[in-house]
């Protein structure tokens, strides 16, 4: 698995763009489409919009404010989902600590803490793999949550379940490898990562402005009759 590099991406960025658009993106160019689409879960005329994330992935942690304001920008156009990478296998104790937030309804809620507490565990570690003990000392300390109701929800079946699974959604259903990736309305897929190979943006910010302005254009696309 692997995040996104956006100052080895940039540093080999070859002057063949000029005509990439963020506006009206091309299939191949700023965006791609799933071989075999997913079933939306968005009732009807509203766009299923999924960030496939890390919360160890600094480009998703320097996302996240901008993702948040599009997102609430875009109202009852689209349904917003999550899915979190599970970056040591079946068994990932960050996947774990996501889902089991997500089964108690906080996930969106404890999203920015997360993404703080973690990135200063792997500045502090200088490494991107944590253990499952980090992992529940991170979910049982966030302020708020009750830890006896965190632990029974971690240890839950259903959550163990989802867990279980979701590796096999991630890389057989979606094929996704790295983060952050967008996918909107099951199909279409576009990232900041193949936005800088398609434009001239070594701004982080302004790749990300760019990759969901091609987001707003692929909701656009999913808005059309089918």
């Given amino acids: 698995m692997r995040s996104l590099r956006f100052a080895l991406l940039a540093a080999s960025l070859v002057v063949t763009t000029a005509f990439a658009s963020p506006t009206d993106p091309k299939q191949g160019v700023e965006y791609t489409v799933l071989s075999a689409p997913q079933p939306s879960q968005a009732a009807g005329n509203k766009v299923e919009v999924i960030e ?12 996240e404010p901008t993702l948040e304001q599009w997102v609430k920008k875009q109202g009852d156009h689209i349904v917003f989902k999550r899915i979190h990478i599970p970056y040591q296998g079946p068994n990932d104790p960050e996947t774990h600590l996501f889902l089991t937030l997500q089964a108690m309804g906080k996930s969106e809620a404890y999203q920015a803490k997360v993404f703080d507490v973690v990135g200063d565990i792997v500045t502090r570690k200088r490494s991107e793999t944590l253990t499952e003990q980090e992992v529940l000392d991170v979910g049982t300390k966030l302020p708020g949550i009750d830890k006896a109701k965190f632990m029974e929800t971690w240890n839950s079946f259903g959550v163990k379940t989802m867990l279980s699974r979701q590796a096999a959604i991630v890389s057989n259903n979606y094929k996704v490898d790295s983060t952050p990736t967008i996918i909107v309305d099951g199909k279409y897929v576009t990232s900041p990562g193949q936005m800088s190979a398609s434009t001239h943006s070594r701004n982080q910010q302004q790749l990300f402005k760019e990759t969901l302005q091609v987001v707003d254009a692929l909701v656009a696309k999913g808005h059309k009759p089918k």
């Fill in 52 to 63: 496939f994330f890390m919360y160890h992935c600094p480009y998703c942690h320097a996302l």
